[in-house]
């Protein structure tokens, strides 16, 4: 006879400011991630969970359904809730308890092991336990349909793992992408043309090993997201900065060096992290520099659909006759960061070598999930979704640059942009000269707001400044953030 779970080490505070399914959330990931709730665990009833927490049922199934399509927990029909057997990659714990033995060995590291290492640390993404003010990558779980999503995953439970998972990624999931992007963005592709992979860097290094030799050039933007040029090193490549102006990356300016490289990874709707968007002009020359050294472009569209102002720019694949752009796109900012599920559309000719490619080395993508996915897409809850969050997003936007122009325009200057999910705060006239965007970052962190520092993009010389993300975060929340943010950055704070 199954023994009752034991009570769960979490409570919840009304008086917090957070909610109570946000609470109960986040005390249940905390408890999985530090091994108080082992994989496999059973949890107690919903009822008996409301019970124990002094709380309405309502709440404990809203924080479990998110748990469950975030990966953590795991539900069946007519079966307990469970802890997941295998947790979100970007979520597993590192030990802090086990102490390494006094005459253990150091690891030998190659060379590129050591470059790695030796890189300093950037946030890129929040994760757990980072504030929703003003965290970078984070959608609007407020917004999500979480209820919708967790009757796919279970039915996709119901309906079971395909016997044998195709590295390409499920073949409903790559014909749902497939026809998505051509009623959405106008990138005309088919299915074959589609690969599901586990983010763009390991999309860049599978494109970076089999089409490019070690040691050559590849162009990258400068400033640019710095997990880029890591993939791109950890192929092998030598990433090369090109400087981006108002009209985003141009190659007619970029000096000697598109000469002697063959590929470019490029964001010409909005660019990561400035906010520019890639002028026709550059668009073209792009092109014809592709085609002139038989070359490659990888265009990272990883929020074009997100734009405020007129329809979403066409993407640069639509201009391409030559067959020299690869798209690639992520779920993981419009749904769930912990979806872990982006795609790569290819040109007609590299379908066949890429297949081969993945049939030797895969590993295929995390299976689970595809399936729902590619039924979220197809009953049009992909589209619904992003329709709400555009005027969502545009709202929150609105919101931060106002709260700031009424509460903080003395310490920073924010501007909106046309499209995105976050903004740069300039430092302002109140901004101590001597205080960097790192030292004022950790400053912030440590009052409880998250801030990225612009320098920790730049590969050259750094430009102040600090990304607000503000996507998820409630309008009502904003205020009191911008107000907190301004008393901890003014010299007197």
């Not at 927990?73 to 469970?82: D, E, I, V, W």
């Not at 051509?182 to 074959?192: L, Y």
């Amino acid at each position: 006879m199954a023994r009752d779970p034991l009570p769960l080490p979490v409570s919840l505070d009304p008086a917090l400011p957070m909610p109570l399914h946000a609470q109960l959330r986040e005390g249940l990931r905390a408890t999985i991630l530090d091994r108080r709730l082992p994989r496999g665990a059973r949890l107690p009833a919903s009822r008996v969970m409301a019970a124990d927490l002094g709380c309405a049922r309502g709440t404990v199934v809203l924080a479990l359904e998110q748990l469950i399509a975030e990966g953590y927990l795991t539900t069946r029909t007519g079966s307990a809730t469970r802890v997941a057997a295998t947790l979100p990659d970007d979520s597993l714990p590192r030990s802090t308890t086990a102490e390494p033995k006094a005459d253990a060995a150091a690891p030998i590291l190659s060379r590129r092991g050591v470059c790695l290492l030796a890189a300093p640390a950037r946030p890129y993404m929040a994760g757990p336990g980072v504030p929703d003010a003003f965290a970078l990558g984070r959608p609007a779980q407020d917004a999500f349909p979480f209820a919708v999503w967790a009757r796919l995953l279970q039915a996709e439970w119901r309906h079971g793992p395909a016997e044998r998972l195709d590295p390409r990624g499920s073949p409903a999931l790559r014909a749902a992408i497939a026809a998505y992007l051509s009623q959405a963005r106008g990138v005309t592709c088919e299915a074959d043309d589609v690969i599901v992979t586990a983010g763009i860097r390991q999309s860049l290094r599978l494109l970076a090993e089999l089409l490019l030799d070690p040691g050559e050039r590849a162009l990258v933007e400068e400033p640019g997201f710095p997990g880029i040029a890591l993939a791109l090193a950890s192929a092998g490549l030598h990433p090369v900065p090109i400087p981006i102006g108002p009209g985003g990356l141009s190659v007619a300016g970029a000096g000697p060096f598109p000469r002697d490289a063959r590929l470019a990874v490029v964001t010409p709707a909005q660019h990561y992290p400035l906010g520019h968007t890639m002028s026709l002009e550059n668009r073209l020359n792009l092109l014809a520099w592709a085609e002139a050294v038989s070359g490659w472009i990888v265009e990272d569209d990883y929020d074009g659909a997100y734009r405020y102002t007129g329809r979403p720019l066409a993407p640069l694949r639509t201009l391409d006759r030559g067959g020299r752009v690869i798209y690639v796109g992520s779920f993981s900012k419009l749904l769930l960061p912990a979806l872990g599920l982006s795609y790569l559309v290819l040109p007609r000719g590299l379908v066949a070598p890429v297949n081969q490619a993945l049939a030797e080395t895969g590993p295929a993508p995390p299976g689970i999930g595809q399936w729902a996915l590619a039924r979220f897409i197809e009953d049009g809850h992909l589209a619904g979704h992003l329709r709400r969050t555009r005027r969502l997003y545009a709202l929150r936007q609105e919101a931060l640059v106002e709260a700031a122009r009424r509460h903080a325009a003395d310490v920073i200057a924010l501007a909106p942009m046309e499209g995105g999910m976050h903004l740069i705060a300039r430092p302002g006239s109140a901004w101590g000269a001597a205080l960097g965007d790192a030292e004022a970052a950790a400053c912030l962190g440590r009052a409880g707001i998250s801030a990225v520092p612009l320098s920790a993009y730049h590969a050259g010389p750094p430009e102040p400044g600090l990304l607000l993300g503000y996507a998820a975060v409630p309008e009502r929340a904003i205020e009191p953030a911008v107000c907190r943010m301004a008393e901890t950055l003014r010299p007197d704070g």
